[in-house]
């Protein structure tokens, strides 16, 4: 194994001014130590990561870091900068940065070394002895955990001789209270294991007897069940969902973001402690956070502080994956039954009562008929895992049942939306009711289930059923009356949704559009789903065209990109362009929203039709009116293309006009000089 950190990854002078300075500087050492394949894609990865969270810690320290299959093997460099660097830390600017580079398969071993510097940064001696040093090669030693014989000798003494007192302790009989603690963060590389280092900490200075378990890159060893058995009460420091938590159910919980842990422990122990002895039990579930744990936590980033709006798009869009594999097996069969059989077989009868094994009739009809019965799924699971999203697996039971019921009342997809979002809000309403510990064991199972689809089944068939129903039949009206300009202007916003973030919340909101209309398919709701796929193709083909015809235009890596970009394309892969367009948003972004424009205008005018939520190309032969559609997609293309060459063109010219007016200026001033 490679050394992680060697003297030419040091630099003990970082004059870069912001972070993205600072990155790119210490990654070009990367870079020269062959760390690193390729800076910009790296530097891109970098980036994202950094989107998620800031890196900065207290204490003056940077941590940029992410996992990239740009990394050619787990490296870490270091940065030491006299003026400070703002990584988003709240006491100020950090003076020590680390760039720690993970390749995107990495093994444990070398997790397990990102792992142990992340616990060494909360040492003060370490922190300290980094700030002192002047040998870049001492410096990557010091990183690297090789301390001089002395010191290592003193560590193990002080190791033997710390060892007893625990067990001192147990022996007559003061049990110390025992805290244990699951730490994660986005990434698994820093922020994981420097919160586990940091509440064990915490509790050997205040006496408590911390185990943490870290839910990192670096794996996932669960707790033996006899420790969080033993444990008077529990700490999540986490911005990613805990794994397993039901086995820390019936303890005292305290639930925070990562950064939390980090910074401070103590008091998260001390509230832990006051949670014990105030005998407050968490009511923990799979979904979400413990509801008696909230403390006001600021430093949590994730969902649970969401704005309403974030949520919301959450809960549906958990909904809406969940049924989309019904729609795409189901629409595939129902289209192949078509193709084979024509539409008339929409109507033959049962293939249970008749089906004759050489007609090809028959194979259509069981195609058709297996299709619908998947399709009949969809309303329901809608319904289901929305509600799963909002208040986990007691939801699913009413969720489904509202699901069932609005499909009873013709209420189709909008009734499914709304039947989800009643079933979750019911069950969490249920859940905030305190109720006594014997029937604890019971509410998720029977209790729950059985009130909450009551309410649900009562709201839906006599609520607000009907008007729902009417709702959709006239949306259903609405896009089956679709013609002419009308049509065409939907296309346009469509297209220009899916095109705008390629695969962020706008492209999302528009495909849920066009997956719900498959759920009650109607001639406009296939032209809706055929126009978004179109649409959602032109991205990705138009950055391939664009690499191919101007190659000058692109770096290595984006022509490279260019390349994967023609399957990605076709596949209808949209995120396919975000490297494009995150290196060049002003000049991707508005060019591929033209081009997305255009075809799903051209795709609504044309009257293409489709039932397959997605497949690109390869389900052409399914699709109605398959020449035009294409040819609609074509033209999209090469609108993007155009635009993006052109606008490239432009900023590429714009420089060596300004450099040839630069030297004709310099010497004419030159001139006078001379005379």
């Known amino acids: 194994m490679s050394e992680l950190i060697t003297a030419e990854l040091v630099d003990l002078d970082l004059s870069a001014a912001t972070k993205d300075a600072a990155a790119r500087s210490l990654a070009e050492r990367m870079v020269a130590a062959h760390r690193v394949t390729d800076l910009d894609g790296f530097l891109a990865d970098v980036a994202a990561r950094e989107a998620q969270m800031p890196t900065g810690l207290d204490g003056g320290i940077g941590i940029p870091h992410c996992r990239s299959e740009h990394v050619a093997a787990p490296t870490l460099a270091f940065g030491r900068s006299a003026a400070g660097i703002d990584f988003g830390a709240a006491d100020g600017p950090a003076d020590l940065v680390f760039l720690i580079a993970a390749p995107a398969g990495a093994d444990d071993d070398h997790l397990t070394i990102l792992s142990g ?23 990557a030693a010091l990183i690297r955990g090789e301390a001089p014989a002395e010191e290592r000798a003193a560590e193990e003494k002080e190791e033997e001789g710390t060892a007893p007192e625990a067990e001192t302790a147990e022996a007559a009989g003061s049990v110390p209270f025992r805290i244990v603690a ?33 839910q990192g890159s670096g794996g996932f060893k669960k707790l033996d069940p006899a420790v969080i058995a033993a444990a008077d009460a529990v700490i999540w420091a986490h911005d990613v969902e805990v794994r397993e938590k039901t086995r820390f159910r019936g303890k005292p919980l ?3 973001g ?32 413990g509801k008696d744990s909230g403390d006001g936590d600021a430093d949590r980033s994730g969902a649970d502080h969401a704005h309403f709006g974030v949520r919301l798009r959450t809960y549906l869009m958990s909904g809406v994956s969940y049924m989309v594999p019904f729609v795409a097996a189901g ?53 289901g895992y929305i509600a799963y999203g909002m208040a986990d697996r007691p939801a699913l039971v009413p969720g489904f049942v509202g699901g069932s019921i609005a499909l009873t009342v013709n209420a189709g997809f909008l009734g499914g939306l709304v039947a989800g979002l009643l079933a979750g809000a019911v069950v969490m309403a249920i859940q905030r009711v305190p109720v006594h510990a014997t029937l604890r064991g019971i509410m998720p199972v029977l209790v729950i289930p059985l009130i909450a689809s009551a309410v649900v089944g009562f709201l839906m068939f006599i609520v607000v059923g009907k008007p729902i129903a009417s709702l959709q ?49 109607t001639d406009g709701s296939l032209k809706v789903m055929a126009a978004v796929m179109a649409a959602g193709m032109v991205p990705p083909l138009a950055m391939a065209l664009a690499t191919t015809v101007r190659k000058k235009l692109f770096t290595k890596t984006e022509r490279e990109n260019g390349r994967a970009a023609w399957v990605l394309g076709a596949s209808f892969i949209t995120e396919g362009a975000i490297p494009f367009a995150a ?74 006009a300004a450099g040839e007016a630069g030297a004709a200026g310099s010497d004419d001033s030159r001139v006078p000089v001379a005379a």
């Open 117 to 139: 510097l992340a616990r060494r940064l909360m040492d003060p001696e370490f922190t300290a002895s980094l700030r002192a040093g002047t040998d870049p090669a001492a410096v």
């Open 182 to 214: 699951v730490t994660s963060c986005p990434t698994g590389i820093a922020h994981t294991y420097m919160a586990a280092e940091s509440l064990a900490a915490a509790g050997r200075a205040e006496g408590v007897e911390v185990t943490v378990e870290t």
């Open 254 to 256: 305290v639930d925070v």
């Open 258 to 289: 990562v950064k939390a842990g980090i910074n401070r422990p103590a008091e998260l122990i001390a509230e832990a402690r006051r949670k014990a002895e105030r005998g407050e039990i968490a009511a923990v579930s799979e979904a979400g956070r």
């Open 331 to 383: 629409g595939l069969l129902i289209a192949l039954s078509f193709a084979i059989g024509g539409y008339e077989i929409a109507s033959a009868k049962s293939v249970a009562d008749h089906f004759v094994w050489g007609e090809a009739d028959s194979w259509a009809a069981l195609l058709n008929q297996i299709g619908s019965a998947a399709f009949a799924f969809l309303v329901p699971v809608l319904a």
């Open 473 to 521: 039949n006239a949306l259903t009206d609405w896009l089956n009356g679709l013609s002419g300009s009308n049509a065409v202007i939907l296309g346009v916003v469509l297209g220009l949704m899916m095109c705008f973030d390629m695969g962020g919340p706008l492209n999302k909101v528009a495909y849920a559009f066009a997956v719900g209309g498959l759920a009650d398919p």
């Open 583 to 656: 290196a060049d948003p002003l000049r991707v972004i508005p060019s591929v929203m033209a081009g997305g424009a255009v075809t799903g205008a051209l795709s609504m005018a044309f009257g293409a039709t489709l039932r397959a939520p997605h497949g690109g190309v390869f389900v052409v032969p399914l699709i109605g009116e398959p020449f035009l559609y294409l040819l609609a997609i074509a033209a999209g293309t090469l609108v993007a293309t155009a635009l993006v060459v052109l606008l490239k063109g432009a900023r590429r010219a714009a420089p060596d």
